[in-house]
């Protein structure tokens, strides 16, 4: 699904994002946070500028509470960009597209 952002669960966190093909944006969110609510248009906006070179996948941490705890998060929303199976970049809190776009930007 090149130029969306996909949903991903505990069930399918690791096949989507750990051992995904090129980097991957994971955002950790809640569907109750409107700083969340406020980052959805950006990541779909990012996802269809960036299609193809980056994927962007959601996680609710409240439906993925095992994921959550693995990676240990804390606040929301937190976006990891995994590369090789590796965390390589981190931002914790509001993000606007220029934020997004410099975190994903040097592992593409």
């Not at 130029?3 to 669960?9: A, C, E």
């Not at 937190?78 to 994903?104: D, M």
Request: aromatic share 6%; with cysteine.
């Amino acid at each position: 699904m090149a130029g969306t952002v996909i949903d991903v669960t505990d069930a399918d966190f690791e096949a989507k994002v750990v051992k995904g093909a090129g980097p991957v944006l994971a955002v950790f969110r809640a569907e109750w946070s409107s700083v969340c609510q406020a980052l959805d248009p950006v990541l779909v906006d990012v996802a269809k500028e960036y299609s193809g070179r980056v994927t962007i996948a959601r996680l609710d941490i409240d439906e993925s509470p095992e994921t959550t705890q693995k990676y240990n998060i804390t606040g929301i929303p937190t976006l990891h960009v995994f590369k090789e199976g590796k965390i390589v970049g981190t931002w914790i809190g509001p993000a606007n597209k220029a934020r997004v776009v410099a975190l994903i930007t040097p592992h593409l």
